[in-house]
Every structure is written in C-alpha cells, then in structure tokens.
C-alpha cells in the first residue's frame, strides 16, 4: 500500500502539488490522466522517490518495491530496453552473489547470529523482490 498524505511540492514560485493526499491499495490499478505538464510524472517520480517533497509524507509497506521509467530515456547501446527495466528495478544478481557467500560460510560451520540474521535478511530480500516473476512482468 502507498499512503501519501498532505503532499506539497514546489518548482521555484510554481505550485505543482498543494495538500494533495491518497492511497493505493494493494492489487490496485490506477491510471493518471491528464494534460501534458500537468504533474503526472512528477508524481510518479514523487513515489518512487526520485523527486523530494516540500511537504506531507509518503509511506509504502516496507515489502514493497518501487521503480519508475521515464517515458524518454536515453538507453546504452549494448542493452534491450527489457536489460534496462531489469536493472532499473533491481539488481538481484548482485543480492544472490551475497547470498551464496553466506551459504558458504555456514556450510562451513560459521553460525553465528550475525551471519544466519544477515542471510535471512537477503533471503528475504530476494524473496520480497520476486526474481522468478520479475522478467515476466517486464516483458509485459
């Protein structure tokens, strides 16, 4: 769920958003309407925290993730714009790489608190992230 309450954003002297509040719930579909300048993406980037806030406060469920891609976006030449919304959204490889060296180091009897609390925490990192889902919703 995301909780956006008494939202106030300025741009110089220009008003863009003033006290607004709302929810999205969760499984919810949205869709933002309007005219071209009219904050949609500013609000999007507002969310995913791309843009800071002038006023109000955002919350969203720690378990959940959010990632934003601008409409004109200038990609490398090596990618696929699927390569660029994988990584946009997260970089999974990276967590699994810190994953497999904790699995190493308690199949070698290190199983300390530390260590089982800190491959909890990836595992449910990359459990919360949904790796197995995530190519199938970027292909989308």
């Known amino acids: ?55 109000g406060s955002i919350s ?25 919304t994988m990584h946009a959204v997260a970089d999974i490889s990276s967590l699994k790489k810190q994953l497999a060296h904790f699995e190493q180091q308690i199949e070698q009897g290190q199983t300390d608190e530390q260590t089982i609390d800190a491959y909890m925490h990836l595992q449910e990192q990359i459990t919360n992230l949904e790796p197995e889902q995530l190519q199938a919703q970027a292909e989308r």
């Not at 006290?19 to 009219?38: E, F, K, M, Q």
């Not at 469920?61 to 030449?77: C, D, F, G, H, T």
């Open 60 to 84: 969203i469920l720690p378990n959940k993730r959010i990632a934003y891609m601008p409409q004109e976006m200038v990609l490398q030449s090596s990618r696929t714009i699927l390569d660029e």
């Open 1 to 55: 769920m995301i909780h956006i309450k008494q939202l106030s954003l300025l741009f110089g002297s220009q008003t863009v958003f003033d006290d607004i509040s709302l929810n999205i719930t969760d499984n919810a579909r949205i869709g933002l309407v309007g005219r071209n300048g009219s904050g949609k993406s500013t609000l999007l980037k507002v969310i995913a925290q791309q843009q800071p806030i002038d006023g």
